[in-house]
């Protein structure tokens, strides 16, 4: 039988969760992750949305051969990009619970 009661309670918790991450995603914008390669040759700052804020490149990397120089922002983009999206997916698992079973969800 259909218990209107139980509907009534699962789409208030619905609607929680929903502002919960809304919540998160809005915080994700001013979360800071920072990360380098080369020793420092190369710094990237990215936020929680998995946008490149920064990009800092020692005057001294330029002296490398291209090549080189290309795989030190490659590496330390992708470390800021897997930084936050890591820190992005463990806020969102602590708000919905681990209800999404880790499963990654695009932009986060």
């Known amino acids: 039988m259909f ?3 139980n ?3 699962m789409l208030k918790q619905a609607r929680e969760i929903q502002k919960k991450i809304e919540d998160v995603q809005s915080e994700l914008e001013d979360l800071v992750v920072e990360a380098d390669s080369g020793g420092g040759m190369v710094k990237v700052v990215s936020n929680g949305k ?3 804020l920064d990009l800092t490149i020692d005057p001294e990397a330029l002296k490398e051969e291209k090549e080189l120089l290309e795989d ?3 590496s330390a ?3 800021a990009l897997t930084q936050s999206q890591e820190e992005s997916q463990n806020r969102m698992n602590a708000v919905t619970g681990n209800m999404l079973g ?3 969800m695009p932009g986060m």
């Open 77 to 79: 983009v992708n470390k």
């Open 50 to 52: 998995q946008e490149i």
């Open 3 to 5: 218990n209107k009661g």
């Open 102 to 104: 880790g499963m990654k």
């Open 72 to 74: 030190l922002i490659i």
């Open 7 to 9: 509907m009534t309670g």
